[in-house]
């Protein structure tokens, strides 16, 4: 079996495989073959969900603890760098061997860790398809910057500079924009609300159901003509703690578990409320939705929403403080002014664009520096 595009992403976090979702969408839309590939599927079971585990708790748990490695660790080499590449071969070397043999065109990955393996395959001659790093924040990690690596794909002119800053060739980067549906890129655009009728929230927790989502529904206690749609993601239990606390409060919310079809939720939608995950913010200034950011993890998510307040399409809010913004959001009659500006912020059609980037890097057939 051989495909067009090999998509390789590691489920930390929905929005990498939201990223990759969209960009295989894409490629099969222009005719290609397109298969992802869960990095994890490909590492020892207890690996993979130690993994996962350890970065869901560091930003849960402890956020400010999270931040402060991310910065520090924000730079190529150091004692521990041999230590952390050995285990992240160990770990995840196999998916090399299953790339390989499908012979794709290109690869792309929507996450730093494949770029470890498949960019040593790519330098010592055992992928010969380029291989396409997809930056999924606003800001480019040194962990990204592995070697192997035929081109970046970036969302902003800030990430370009930081990979820049760890050694990468800017000929080597391009600012394609995040990939997300075309689907969101094609939603109307938003109008304030009339005086009688209700300012629609869309409250998002991302696919694990994290982020302080029962303490931004409480917010609304009291706030009048308010209809809030609740995404709990794949948390069955704070679903019900959220049903639960807004029938007691008389809060009118739909509360609903994983979300397939966010696009029409969006649509739905005259703000958006949610943590600044990459592929969150993303899908919502694509959408042309105004955002207020809560729960922010210091970190990329810091970033990230710093990329939408600086912009004017969103603001950052206490989970407390939610309800009253929104309010007064409303009360002010900017949330379209606001989504005007969001669609500004991003590059358009990010998916297309990453799927070109690739095919054009085959086409180059790139041979990289060791």
Aim: proline share 6%; hydrophobic share 50%; glycine share 12%.
């Amino acid at each position: 079996m051989s495909v067009d595009l090999v998509i390789v992403y590691s489920p930390v976090g929905g929005g990498h495989r939201a990223a990759a979702l969209a960009t295989a969408e894409a490629a099969r839309a222009r005719g290609l073959s397109a298969l992802v590939i869960d990095l994890f599927e490909h590492a020892p079971r207890i690996l993979g969900g130690a993994y996962r585990r350890a970065h869901l708790t560091w930003q849960s748990a402890l956020p400010d603890l999270y931040g402060s490695a991310f910065f520090a660790a924000n730079h190529r080499g150091g004692p521990l760098e041999p230590v952390r590449r050995g285990v992240d071969h160990v770990a995840f070397g196999a998916v090399t061997d299953r790339v390989a043999r499908l012979a794709p065109r290109a690869v792309i990955a929507t996450h730093h860790l494949p770029l470890v393996v498949l960019g040593r395959a790519r330098r010592r001659g055992r992928l010969e398809a380029p291989l396409v790093g997809v930056v999924t924040d606003y800001i480019a990690h040194a962990c990204w910057a592995e070697r192997g690596v035929d081109a970046f794909s970036v969302p902003s002119r800030r990430a370009a500079r930081d990979l820049a800053a760890h050694g990468v060739d800017a000929r080597r980067v391009a600012r394609t924009g995040i990939p997300v549906r075309p689907a969101f890129e094609r939603l109307p655009r938003v109008v304030d609300p009339g005086p009688s009728e209700p300012l629609r929230v869309l409250v998002t927790s991302g696919g694990f159901g994290v982020g302080p989502i029962r303490a931004v529904v409480r917010s609304f206690h009291g706030i009048p003509r308010v209809r809030l749609t609740v995404v709990c993601g794949a948390a069955g239990r704070l679903a019900a703690a959220v049903r639960r606390d807004a029938s007691r409060l008389g809060i009118d919310a739909e509360v609903v578990g994983f979300e397939r079809d966010m696009p029409a939720r969006l649509a739905a939608a005259h703000l958006v409320v949610g943590k600044a995950g990459g592929l969150t913010v993303s899908e919502a200034l694509a959408a042309g939705r105004p955002m207020i950011l809560t729960g922010t993890v210091p970190g990329n998510e810091s970033v990230n929403e710093d990329y939408v307040v600086r912009g004017g399409a969103g603001c950052a809010a206490a989970p407390a403080d939610v309800g009253r913004i929104a309010a007064a959001l409303r009360g002010a009659s900017c949330l379209a002014a606001m989504g005007d500006r969001a669609r500004r912020l991003v590059v358009h059609d990010a998916a297309a664009n990453v799927v070109g980037l690739a095919l054009a890097m085959s086409g180059a057939a790139r041979v990289l520096a060791a």
